[in-house]
């Protein structure tokens, strides 16, 4: 594709449901990595893929995050029984293995 | 103590001005970003260097691997480059990729 996607661009819950945030890397990229970012601050690593194995997910806060990437292509990152404190900027990247790192647009949660 | 340092937080510069950003580490790295980050939100990888200089237009990228040290300079600012600008390491240990990144540089260009 022409750069990362990722969908929902805004994405807005209540306290306690399920959100899960998708990531379209750019075609041929290896690498897949989520980060989060709060407001006036630098991004913060959650995890990381080569392919569909999942290298790194020490930067998960806590069991509610997972993520995945079955296919090696499109990647989930599913927050379970929401919380206000989830409320950020998540935002996906790809590249090739340790290349530069490609940004998507972001997805806004907002939990209330 | 972060990891990555980055001075200074803030930064206003008249337009034609030379700006010069500054990011220290702590860690061990095999390769250092510069991004720019826009106010709509949007993030764009300027640099990854892992020793001496690189220079794209009016932007240079400088490293000092002994001094764990990089700098971002911009040449006759223009008010389009006002942006958060983030400094981020990939480390050079076993935790593979994944990046670490710096508090980020909010610059201003005045026209």
């Known amino acids: 594709g022409a750069g990362v996607s990722q969908s929902p661009r805004y994405k807005v819950t209540k306290r306690g449901q399920d959100v899960a945030l998708r990531c379209d890397p750019i075609s041929g990229h290896v690498s897949l990595y989520w980060y989060r970012q709060a407001l006036g601050q630098g991004p913060e690593f959650l995890t990381y893929?080569?392919?569909?194995?999942?290298?790194?997910k020490s930067g998960l806060p806590n069991d509610r995050f997972s993520a995945e990437r079955p296919e090696g292509s499109i990647s989930t990152l599913t927050i379970q029984r929401t919380e206000q404190r989830d409320s950020a900027m998540y935002r996906c990247?790809?590249?090739?293995?340790?290349?530069?790192?490609?940004f998507g647009p972001g997805t806004r949660l907002t939990v209330t | 103590k972060n990891e990555v340092e980055q001075s200074p937080q803030n930064l206003t510069a008249q337009e034609g001005e030379f700006i010069t950003i500054n990011c220290s580490y702590s860690v061990g790295i095999s390769a250092l970003h510069w991004l720019q980050q826009h106010p709509g939100g949007g993030i764009v990888s300027l640099f990854m260097?892992?020793?001496g200089k690189k220079k794209h237009g009016r932007l240079i990228a400088t490293i000092n691997i002994q001094e764990k040290h990089s700098s971002l300079h911009i040449t006759a600012s223009h008010p389009r480059d006002s942006a958060v600008y983030i400094c981020?390491?990939?480390?050079?240990?076993?935790?593979?990729?994944?990046?670490?990144f710096g508090e980020g540089t909010q610059l201003t260009v005045n026209p």
């Open positions: 981020a390491v990939r480390s050079g240990e076993t935790s593979g990729s994944r990046l670490t």
């Open positions: 260097l892992s020793s």
């Open positions: 893929f080569n392919y569909e194995a999942q290298q790194d």
């Open positions: 990247a790809s590249s090739f293995v340790k290349g530069e790192q490609y």
